[in-house]
Nanobody
């Protein structure tokens, strides 16, 4: 069974930092592009950042220069380092795996989400 388990969310003051982690099943991690999405109350889920199998990264304009995505293939874990947080970053953050190789190619998986609240 494939699992994505996020952790690291919480309450932080504006300007603060948090690091989110997503531990993925070994069966898919190395064959997947990994991404973070977020969904604020009353809004649609939006893409935040992506790291490819080849370690290339992309960011939404709203987080560029403040967030950094990385992956540790030895630990089957993807991270999202969030700095200079703003109240508008408040959302539930979801980890996503888009499987591009192997027998699960074409599958797409989501974690359960972790709440990030930026407030004074």
């Amino acid at each position: 069974q494939v699992q994505l388990v996020e952790s690291g969310g919480g309450l932080v003051q504006p300007g603060g930092s948090l690091r989110l982690s997503c531990a993925a099943s070994r069966s898919i991690f190395s064959n997947s592009n990994m991404a973070w999405y977020r969904q604020a109350p009353g809004k649609q889920r939006e893409w935040v950042a992506r790291v490819t199998m080849g370690d290339n990264t992309n960011y939404a304009d709203s987080v560029k220069g403040r967030f950094a995505i990385s992956r540790d293939n030895a630990k089957n874990t993807v991270y999202l380092q969030m700095n200079s947080l703003k109240p508008e970053d408040t959302a539930v953050y979801y980890c996503n795996a888009n499987v591009l190789a192997g027998w699960r190619r074409g599958d797409n998986y989501w974690g359960q989400g972790t709440q990030v609240t930026v407030s004074s």
